[in-house]
């Protein structure tokens, strides 16, 4: 049988399955008479790894260093310490870096700034929200703003970095790298 149909003066390709064990977008099913746990119960905890401690998903690690860095830009500006917003920055960073499952460090790993500018860019318009001149008193305190805070963005950035490195950042850059050129997954020397 030909793998091209005529359809209409029209040549149209058959498609291919693909049988591949990780194909792109492919749906893995579980064995037939297997039961798979609903999340959250004892068999498969929703949010504690392996060793029952607590893990955050990628996302949830970055919604966590925006968070904390919108309410410390907040208080900051309350107390005009802008120590505060650097310091809670660095601590989220850190935290996240800890609390992130292995397997998201990648995405987590160049998020920290991007973070922090949309927390800050959030707080300084909502601090400036009324006042005459709007976007330049808003560009203006987001210079100032990030002025003031960059040496902990740097501080924060790199720990995330230090710490995803011990954590098996270097096998997720390869893995990720696998995927993209369409390579089989590198199995660990024995």
């Known amino acids: 049988m030909s793998q091209t149909r005529e359809y209409a003066g029209m040549a149209t390709r058959k498609p291919q399955r693909m049988d591949h064990p990780r194909a792109p977008f492919s749906v893995q099913r579980a064995p037939r008479g297997s039961v798979a746990p609903a999340a959250g119960t004892a068999s498969e905890p929703a949010a504690a790894g392996a060793d029952g401690r607590v893990r955050l998903t990628g996302r949830g690690g970055i919604l966590l260093i925006g968070v904390v860095s919108l309410l410390s830009t907040l208080i900051a500006h309350l107390a005009s310490i802008p120590v505060i917003s650097g310091a809670a920055f660095t601590a989220a960073c850190v935290v996240a870096a800890l609390l992130v499952r292995p397997t998201d460090l990648l995405s987590l790993t160049v998020s920290p700034p991007l973070a922090y500018f949309t927390a ?24 100032t703003r990030l002025a003031d805070v960059a040496p902990s963005l740097f501080l924060g950035t790199a720990l995330v970095l230090v710490i995803a490195v011990f954590r098996g950042l270097p096998s997720n850059i390869r893995t990720f790298s696998d995927e993209v050129n369409g390579r089989r997954p590198r199995t660990p020397p024995k």
């Open 120 to 143: 800050a860019l959030a707080a300084e318009t909502a601090l400036t929200l009324g006042e005459t001149g709007f976007s330049r008193a808003v560009t203006i305190a987001m210079a």
